[in-house]
């Protein structure tokens, strides 16, 4: 999953409470994203492997994974105001991906898990 958002918008505490749920991080505050064999495919610049950054504790390190197929981006720069919302692409390095906005609700992070786990229906 990529997360994008401007500065301050949440990306490194919503990567966070999905490790904490056992997602594993490819990259923090900036990636590398290419499409291969039709596919976006994520990594993480050398320069910042291993590293998140938690707001008001500092760089934490953490296990990454070296690459991962981009296959779902969440924009927290939009914030979604219906109940059930159209489904919404956006394109990553030439391929098109399956994009949600940002939910002012405690379930949006177990709802992103779910989404990643087994998908969305129409």
Do not use: N, W
């Not at 050398?46 to 760089?59: N, P």
């Not at 390190?61 to 956006?90: F, G, K, M, N």
């Amino acid at each position: 999953m990529l997360i994008l958002g401007p500065s301050g918008s949440g990306k490194s505490a919503l990567a966070l409470q999905l490790m904490a749920l056992g997602c594993t991080l490819v990259a923090d505050d900036g990636v590398r994203v290419e499409a291969r064999g039709g596919q976006a495919l994520a990594s993480a610049p050398e320069a910042i492997r291993g590293m998140i950054e938690a707001r008001g504790v500092g760089l934490l390190a953490a296990e990454t994974a070296p690459a991962a197929a981009v296959v779902l981006a969440v924009d927290l720069s939009q914030e979604e105001t219906e109940r059930l919302p159209p489904h919404r692409d956006i394109v990553i390095a030439e391929c098109v991906v399956p994009v949600l906005h940002r939910v002012e609700s405690v379930h949006f992070v177990a709802a992103i898990l779910q989404y990643l786990k087994a998908g969305r229906r129409a």
